[in-house]
Protein backbone atom coordinates (compact mmCIF):
# COMPACT_ATOMS: atom_id res chain seq x y z
CA UNK A 1 0.00 0.00 0.00
CA UNK A 2 2.80 2.53 0.53
CA UNK A 3 3.84 2.31 -3.16
CA UNK A 4 -0.25 3.35 -4.21
CA UNK A 5 -0.75 7.07 -4.64
CA UNK A 6 -3.55 8.95 -5.20
CA UNK A 7 -2.59 12.19 -6.69
CA UNK A 8 0.36 13.05 -4.01
CA UNK A 9 -0.47 11.09 -1.27
CA UNK A 10 0.23 7.65 -0.61
CA UNK A 11 -2.27 5.32 0.35
CA UNK A 12 -0.79 5.08 3.62
CA UNK A 13 -0.87 8.67 4.41
CA UNK A 14 -4.95 8.90 3.24
CA UNK A 15 -5.66 6.12 5.53
CA UNK A 16 -4.04 8.44 8.43
CA UNK A 17 -5.75 11.02 6.96
CA UNK A 18 -9.31 9.68 7.33
CA UNK A 19 -8.86 8.13 10.12
CA UNK A 20 -7.86 11.71 12.15
CA UNK A 21 -10.90 13.35 9.96
CA UNK A 22 -13.66 11.08 10.58
CA UNK A 23 -12.49 8.41 13.51
CA UNK A 24 -11.51 4.74 13.28
CA UNK A 25 -15.08 3.52 13.71
CA UNK A 26 -16.41 5.70 10.83
CA UNK A 27 -13.47 4.13 8.42
CA UNK A 28 -14.53 0.97 9.53
CA UNK A 29 -18.24 1.50 8.26
CA UNK A 30 -16.39 2.72 5.06
CA UNK A 31 -14.55 0.07 4.39
CA UNK A 32 -17.52 -2.17 4.98
CA UNK A 33 -19.60 -0.12 2.46
CA UNK A 34 -16.86 -0.51 -0.18
CA UNK A 35 -16.37 -3.98 0.15
CA UNK A 36 -20.54 -4.42 -0.03
CA UNK A 37 -20.38 -1.90 -3.65
CA UNK A 38 -17.45 -4.01 -4.86
CA UNK A 39 -19.26 -7.56 -4.37
CA UNK A 40 -22.13 -6.06 -5.99
CA UNK A 41 -19.98 -5.09 -8.78
CA UNK A 42 -20.49 -1.24 -8.59
CA UNK A 43 -17.68 1.71 -8.97
CA UNK A 44 -16.00 1.83 -5.63
CA UNK A 45 -13.59 4.73 -7.20
CA UNK A 46 -16.43 6.68 -7.44
CA UNK A 47 -17.76 5.96 -4.07
CA UNK A 48 -14.22 6.90 -2.46
CA UNK A 49 -13.56 9.78 -4.17
CA UNK A 50 -17.08 11.45 -3.29
CA UNK A 51 -16.10 10.77 0.18
CA UNK A 52 -12.60 12.46 -0.62
CA UNK A 53 -14.24 15.13 -1.96
CA UNK A 54 -16.19 15.31 1.21
CA UNK A 55 -13.43 15.76 3.32
CA UNK A 56 -11.64 18.32 1.18
CA UNK A 57 -14.61 20.37 1.43
CA UNK A 58 -15.43 20.06 5.12
Do not use: C, P, W
Amino acid sequence: MKSTYVGEYTAEEISEMLIESLGAEEVKRVVQDIEIINRRGGNTVTYFMHILEGLKAA
